[in-house]
């Protein structure tokens, strides 16, 4: 069973920057697609970033980008997402999202969740 542990969540102020992190294990890491999603209250939860078993490829919502970098190291099990440039708009719980069949672009995509973590921008 796979498992997801993110963490690096906080407060920051409006313009601050982030770093958030997903501690994978139960599995080969290198077969997993990765991503991050966000869910703000009363809203729906919503894609971020994802990024393929290599690391080669990278994909980010509009909202993000320019501003959010995913990424992988494949020795240490672990995804990050560095977060600069931070508005309140990007207040959320944020989770982190593995996938054994396709790089996790929808929640549908994604086969296992971690707990999510906290990220509050204030202005």
């Known amino acids: 069973q796979v498992q997801l542990v993110e963490s690096g969540g906080g407060l920051v102020q409006a313009g601050g920057s982030l770093r958030l992190s997903c501690a994978t294990s139960?599995?080969?890491?290198?077969?997993?697609?990765m991503g991050w999603f966000r869910q703000a209250p009363g809203k729906e939860r919503e894609f971020v970033a994802a990024?393929?078993?290599?690391?080669?490829?990278?994909y980010y919502s509009d909202s993000v980008k320019g501003r959010f970098t995913i990424s992988r190291d494949n020795a240490k099990n672990v995804v990050h997402l560095q977060m600069n440039s931070l508005k309140p708009e990007d207040t959320a719980v944020y989770y982190c999202?593995?996938?054994?069949?396709?790089?996790?672009?929808?929640?549908?995509?994604?086969?296992?969740w971690g707990q999510g973590t906290q990220v509050t921008v204030s202005s």
């Open positions: 999202a593995a996938s054994l069949r396709l790089v996790p672009s929808t929640v549908a995509d994604s086969d296992y």
């Open positions: 139960g599995h080969t890491f290198s077969r997993l697609r």
């Open positions: 990024i393929s078993r290599s690391g080669a490829n990278t």
